[in-house]
């Protein structure tokens, strides 16, 4: 048997990932995957991974000299701020999410063009932010909003963002590889 690279999860944690299920409305959360950064009894917070937008940092940042990278949706709270996720804590700080990713930190060397010292493998900009209040996550989860697994953060980041929700279901294999291919309208079947 090979190794998985994504596994689901009885109880949520910071670091894990939650899948959209398919019969979501067709919104900013439809076919989503959400790294959360913090979950917590106060509430929990992330970002949508797979939802690219067609905004370069660069036309966002004013007066600096920023890097030519794409902003991804990073959910529908607060879409006037910037945020990014990244594996480079001895130059960026930051907060820790799980393993080695961290989210915010230098917000100046993060947006530096002239930064070029470190292979950015798992570095994402997003305009703002998906958030829960206390319990709410919970309660989307228990009605079958979003499956909650633990993955492979090279997976994930690797994967092509436009690929990643289906790869996830593929990669759990059962049903939920079945799940990867409903149609984005079932009454159009």
């Given amino acids: 048997m090979k190794n998985k690279k994504v596994s689901i999860v ?3 944690e910071s ?19 959400i790294l959360l950064c913090t979950h917590s009894q106060e509430g929990s917070f992330g970002y949508i991974m797979n939802k690219r937008s067609e905004i370069l ?4 940042i004013v007066g600096q000299d920023a890097r030519q990278e794409i902003l ?3 959910g529908p709270v607060e879409t006037n701020t910037l945020h990014f996720v990244h594996n480079c804590p001895e130059i960026l700080g930051g907060e820790h999410i799980r393993d080695d990713l961290y989210w915010s930190g230098d917000y100046n060397m993060a947006i530096s063009n002239n930064f070029q010292k470190f292979d950015w493998l798992k570095m994402r900009f997003f ?4 958030g829960w209040s206390p319990g709410q996550l919970e309660s989307e989860v228990n009605a079958k909003f979003w499956i ?3 993955a492979d953060y090279n997976f994930v980041f ?4 436009e690929k990643l929700w289906r790869a996830l279901l593929m990669e759990l294999g059962g049903e939920y590889k079945l799940m990867s291919n409903y149609p984005p309208d079932p009454r159009l079947n």
């Fill in 127 to 130: 305009i703002g932010y998906s």
């Fill in 158 to 161: 690797e994967t092509e963002p």
């Fill in 10 to 12: 009885e109880n949520i």
């Fill in 57 to 60: 940092l660069q036309e966002v």
């Fill in 148 to 150: 909650v697994c633990r």
């Fill in 15 to 33: 670091g894990d990932f939650l899948i959209a299920m398919p019969f979501l409305p067709q919104d900013i959360f439809f076919r989503s995957v």
């Fill in 72 to 74: 991804f949706k990073g």
